[in-house]
C-alpha cells in the first residue's frame, strides 16, 4: 500500500502565517501596508462622510466585491484584504469626518487602534490566568484604578472600588440591574424605576432577568426631576406598582441619548436615601466628564450611586467596545462568582491562580481593556481633559453659530456635546426628508430626537478635531437641502 504524502500535482503552498509568536512582525508588516492603502483608497472613493446612493447602492458594491463569498480556491492574503477593506472603507460611516455627527459612535484615536492591534494579534482570552496572565493583571489594575477616579481614591482599611470591563453600555446596564437583584434577592422582587429619558436598555434588561415591568417616570423637561421620582418612590413602596412594596433600583442618567442632559444626580441620591432605594448611574455618555476639572461639577453626586455605567468608545475616544461597569466596594461584585473546573479549579484559585470567570457573564472575551491603558498613559489626565474640553467647546460653538442664524431654531444650549436644532420654516415630515437626502448624497450624517413634540436634527460631536468651518460647512449644506 502506498501512503502519499503530498497532493498529486505537485508541492502543498505553504500554511498561511499565523500573528503571534516571534514571527508576528514579519508576518504583519506587509499585510499592514496593504490595509493600510485599502483604507486610503477606500476613503477617497467615498469621499465624505457616508457613500453616497443608499442601502440599495452600497450593497451592490459590496455583492460586486465579494462575488463568491467562499471560493474553491483562495485569492490569497493581500487581494482579499486589499478588496474587502476597500469596499469597507468606501461604504463605511466615518466618525472621523467632522460632518458625520448623528450618534454616540465616535472616532478611535490611532493610538488606542495600534493597541487594539496588539490585542488582536495576541489574541488572549481573559476567563482563565493561563490565557492570558499579563493582560488579567492589566486589567485588575486599570478597572480599579478607573474605578477610583469615579468614586474617590479610598482611604486605607475602606472598601476598594472595581470595575468590570463590558461590551458597552447595555452590558454594563443589565450588570448593574442583575447585581442589584442579587442583592436583595431574599427582600422579593425588584422594582426598577426610571425616567422616559433613560436608555431602552434599562427596560430591556428588566424584561431580560424577569424582573417585574420596569416603572417609567415621565420626564418632559428632558431630565428626572426629584418631584416625580419622590412621588413615584412613595407609591412603590405603598405597593402601588405592584403586588407589595420591595426592594427598589432607580437608574439615573449621565448623559441621555437624545440630547446629552444629565439628572440632577445629588438630589435624586437623597430621596434613594431616604426611600431606601438603589441608585444606578448609566454614565455611558457624560461618564468621561469626571477626568475634566471644567465639567466635573456637572457629575456632582455621581458617586453615591451603587453602580455606574461608562462608556469609553463615546467621549473616550477607544475602538469599540470599551465599556464599564464601576461599583463603590468590590466585594458588590460577589454574586457573579462562578466556577467551572477546567478554568477555575478551587485548588489552582486557592495556590494564587487568578480568578477571572466571575469578572464577566461571557467566558471567551478579548482584552479590551489594553487599549483603554495604552490611552490613559500616551495622554495622561490633562491629555484627555483637552480632548474633552476641546469638544464641548465644539458643540457650544456649532449651539451659537445656529442660534446667531435666521433660518435655525435651536432647542437647548448643549450640557456635554449634543446639540438638537431645526430649519424654520419646516415640519416633522420636512426635517425627517432632509436628513434621508443628506444620506442618500453621502454628504452629512446628522441624527433625530423628539423633544417637546417635535422632531429635531441632532449634532452628537464627538470628534475633537471639528473645526468652526466644519460647523459652518454643515449649516451651509442643511440650507441647501432643506425641504420647505
Request: charged share 15%; with cysteine.
Amino acid at each position: 500500500m502506498t501512503i502519499r504524502t503530498t497532493p498529486p500535482h505537485g508541492t502543498p503552498p505553504p500554511l498561511p502565517p499565523l500573528a503571534g509568536g516571534s514571527g508576528a512582525a514579519e508576518a504583519l508588516r506587509p499585510l499592514l501596508d496593504t490595509v493600510l492603502g485599502a483604507l486610503a483608497t477606500g476613503a477617497a472613493a467615498r469621499g465624505g462622510p457616508l457613500p453616497a446612493g443608499g442601502p440599495d447602492a452600497v450593497t451592490a458594491r459590496v455583492r460586486a466585491a465579494l462575488g463568491d463569498v467562499l471560493p474553491a480556491h483562495g485569492h490569497g492574503d493581500h487581494e482579499a484584504l486589499r478588496t474587502l477593506v476597500h469596499v469597507l472603507a468606501a461604504g463605511a460611516a466615518d466618525p472621523a469626518d467632522p460632518l458625520c455627527a448623528a450618534h454616540l459612535h465616535g472616532p478611535p484615536l490611532a493610538v488606542a487602534v495600534a493597541a487594539d492591534l496588539a490585542a488582536s494579534a495576541l489574541n488572549p482570552s481573559l476567563d482563565s490566568w493561563d490565557q492570558a496572565p499579563a493582560a488579567s493583571a492589566i486589567e485588575a489594575l486599570v478597572t480599579r484604578a478607573l474605578a477610583a477616579e469615579l468614586y474617590g481614591t479610598p482611604h486605607p482599611g475602606a472598601p476598594h472600588p472595581d470595575a468590570l470591563v463590558t461590551t458597552g453600555g447595555t452590558e454594563a446596564n443589565q450588570l448593574a440591574l442583575l447585581l442589584a437583584r442579587e442583592r436583595h434577592r431574599a427582600a422579593g422582587p425588584l422594582t426598577v424605576l426610571h425616567g422616559a429619558n433613560a436608555h431602552h436598555s434599562v427596560p430591556r434588561a428588566a424584561w431580560l432577568l424577569g424582573l417585574p415591568a420596569a416603572i417609567e417616570i415621565p420626564t418632559p423637561t428632558g431630565t428626572l426631576h426629584p418631584a416625580d421620582l419622590d412621588a413615584a418612590l412613595t407609591l412603590a413602596r405603598r405597593g402601588g406598582h405592584g403586588p407589595g412594596p420591595g426592594p427598589l433600583l432607580v437608574t439615573a442618567t449621565a448623559g441621555t441619548t437624545d440630547a446629552g442632559l444629565i439628572d440632577p444626580l445629588d438630589a435624586l441620591a437623597d430621596l434613594c436615601a431616604r426611600h431606601g432605594a438603589d441608585l444606578h448611574v448609566d454614565a455611558a455618555y457624560g461618564g468621561t466628564l469626571a477626568l475634566s476639572p471644567r465639567h466635573r461639577h456637572l457629575l456632582s453626586g455621581l458617586d453615591r450611586a451603587r453602580s455606574i455605567t461608562l462608556d469609553l468608545h463615546k467621549l473616550g475616544w477607544q475602538p469599540v467596545a470599551a465599556g464599564l461597569l464601576a461599583v463603590p466596594d468590590s466585594a458588590l461584585l460577589a454574586p457573579l462568582a462562578h466556577q467551572a473546573d477546567y478554568l477555575n479549579a478551587t485548588d489552582d484559585t486557592e495556590a494564587g491562580l487568578p480568578d477571572l470567570l466571575g469578572r464577566s457573564l461571557r467566558t471567551t472575551r478579548r482584552p479590551d481593556v489594553l487599549k483603554i491603558a495604552v490611552t490613559l498613559r500616551a495622554l495622561g489626565r490633562d491629555g484627555l481633559a483637552r480632548l474633552i474640553d476641546g469638544t464641548c467647546a465644539a458643540a457650544q460653538q456649532l449651539a451659537r453659530l445656529i442660534d446667531a442664524h435666521p433660518g435655525f431654531e435651536l432647542h437647548a444650549p448643549p450640557t456635554i456635546s449634543t446639540v438638537l436644532f431645526r430649519p424654520v420654516p419646516t415640519d416633522d415630515a420636512a426635517l425627517a426628508a432632509t436628513r434621508r437626502t443628506l444620506l442618500q448624497g453621502g454628504r452629512a450624517v446628522l441624527g433625530r430626537a423628539t423633544a417637546d413634540g417635535r422632531l429635531w436634527l441632532k449634532a452628537t460631536l464627538l470628534n475633537p478635531h471639528t473645526t468652526t468651518g466644519d460647523l459652518a460647512t454643515l449649516l451651509t449644506l442643511l440650507e441647501g437641502s432643506t425641504h420647505r
